[in-house]
């Protein structure tokens, strides 16, 4: 199976092309030629099978130019027991006769980001030496908090790779920052950068276009590659937890082979619900998507309106991952719901460029609210969600996940429909201690100096435990202290390089 760009100005490349590559040369996201589907009683056929199989069943769709002999050994050895606290991996926790919690965060740095970033530098490692490339990988990634610390975990230690991550100054939870700044594999470079993540991350794109730096990284016998959840081999990994989930829950006898379900994603970059999309579109039973925006609503708005109008105040919230307004991901979603139309796509992006916003037209935009639903939780909301669900269930979730749960209150009330609906909670709740603890009880009754110090107050008030990488992060000595403007970003990476 061949991947083609989105914006139709790239030559055809192969599925490890696409993944060393990370982003097309035309600036746009490679797809693949054709969405496969599973067979009649395929998805039958893998009850009660470990998720590693079922995790080389689904991804070797997509990946036919690795074997099921190499996928199985990257997923077996990227969620095994030194990485991942249950062989479960993705457990799916069930709280009520219609809804259930796929849990994402098990894994190194306790959120989702895991899961694809495990399975990444495996992945490109492969690919480009399939390529007959011998050149070093540098991995840039700017972060909105936790593909960070996921990626710099995947990719530490890594032979013949070097990672570069940038987060925005202040505008991360004191937990990840510490997970980021205490990586301290040689390979692993980290600085903060005076902005948000949508300056970040547009500067991160512009060193990938930049021809000079190119060339100087190339003459040293490197090339850039992106790990942000842009690159096709991130969406992969990302796809295979909903059939995983869907079994269980049939397993479980909480639905009926075949029978439908509802799926909820807390979104940002667009990238987790966008694999959902896909094993959707496969024949995995789902009825609705629901994507769910904190107060950053660009992207539930533009599921309810068809606009796509980022000229808004960016909000720093509780919710920190979801804290974007430029979604890069949706870009493969028009891309299909427009009827594949590259030059159509190609200028909703120059509008939203330049502009600051594109409208799609009514066809596109029914494709699209058929298959999603849009809606958005408030702060108040959110910490609202924690707290219920917290007293009613003896749950606790992270403010990414109460987004989540905000958004399927709304939803159903709002339609009516009260199916079954798995809600994914992409992170663990100790890694946002302090929102946590405020939604809870009264935290201006505890003092702290530290986040970290909320952890153990969080395990005595809730009577869990805090996952092992969590517990263990104060003990971690504080390695990188870069703070950049962005002007200087350039110049870092070339630092980082030994070519300044
Ligand atoms: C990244 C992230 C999200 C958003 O996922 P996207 O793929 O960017 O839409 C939600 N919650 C958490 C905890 C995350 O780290």
Redesign the pocket.
């Known amino acids: 199976m061949l991947y083609h760009s989105t914006r139709g100005k790239s030559p055809q490349v192969s599925a490890s092309e696409a993944i060393v590559s990370g982003i097309a040369g035309d600036g746009g996201l490679f797809i693949p030629e054709k969405i496969p589907s599973f067979a009649a009683g395929e998805i039958e056929s893998l009850l009660g099978k470990d998720y590693r199989e079922i995790a080389v069943a689904v991804s070797s769709k997509f990946l036919e130019d690795y074997t099921k002999e190499e996928l199985l050994q990257y997923f077996t050895a990227g969620y095994g027991p030194d990485r991942f606290d249950t062989p479960e991996v993705a457990p799916t926790n069930i709280l009520s006769d219609n809804l259930a919690v796929l849990e994402l965060w098990h894994g190194p740095t306790c ?3 895991d899961l694809p970033l495990q399975i990444l530098p495996h992945l490109m490692l492969a690919g480009q030496s399939r390529m007959g490339d011998h050149s070093k990988i540098v991995i840039m990634v700017s972060t ?4 960070g610390s996921a990626a710099l975990h995947g990719f530490s230690n890594v032979s013949g790779t070097e990672i570069i991550c940038f987060y925005p100054h202040g505008k991360v939870s004191q937990i990840q920052e510490r997970q980021m700044v205490t990586q301290g594999a040689p390979n692993t470079h980290v600085a903060a950068i005076e902005g948000n993540f949508d300056d970040a991350q547009s500067c991160v794109k512009r060193i990938f276009a930049d021809n000079e730096i190119n060339a100087k990284v190339h003459g040293a016998g490197c090339r850039l590659s992106a790990a942000n ?1 842009i690159n096709w081999g991130r969406l992969v990994p ?1 796809m295979v937890y909903f059939v995983d989930s869907y079994l269980k829950l049939v397993q479980a006898g909480k639905l009926k082979m075949g029978q439908t379900f509802n799926v909820v ?10 694999a959902a999309t896909y094993v959707k579109r496969m024949g995995l039973p789902i009825k609705r998507l629901i994507c769910a925006s904190n107060i950053n609503h660009v992207l539930s708005d533009f599921i309810q309106t068809g606009l796509y109008d980022r000229r808004r105040e960016f909000k720093t919230t509780i ?1 920190p ?2 804290d ?1 307004l430029i ?1 890069s ?1 949706l870009e493969r979603l028009l891309y299909d719901a427009c009827g594949e139309r590259p030059e159509v796509v190609s200028q909703w992006m120059a509008d939203l460029r330049q502009k600051g916003y594109y409208q799609v037209d009514p066809a596109t935009h029914s494709v699209i609210a058929k298959n999603i639903w849009g809606g958005f939780s408030t702060e108040e909301e959110t910490r609202e969600s924690i707290k219920k669900t917290f007293l009613k269930y003896h749950y606790l979730i ?1 403010p ?2 109460a987004v989540g749960f905000s958004a399927l209150k709304k939803y159903r009330e709002q339609t009516g429909d009260n199916d079954l609906a798995v809600i994914a909670s ?2 663990s709740a100790y ?1 946002f201690c302090p929102s946590v603890l405020d939604s809870i009880t009264d935290l201006s009754k505890i003092t702290y100096n530290s986040d970290l110090e909320l952890i153990p107050v969080l395990e005595e008030l809730s009577g869990t435990q805090a996952p092992r990488g969590l517990a263990t992060l104060a003990a971690k000595k504080v390695v990188h202290q870069r703070v950049l403007n962005l002007p200087e970003m350039p110049e870092y990476l070339l630092e980082v390089l030994n070519l300044s």
């Open positions: 959120a989702f980001k909105s908090g936790d593909t959840s990302q994603i807390p979104s940002g970059n667009f990238g987790h619900i966008l919710s991952s979801m974007i979604s991901n992270d990414h996940t992409t992170a890694k």
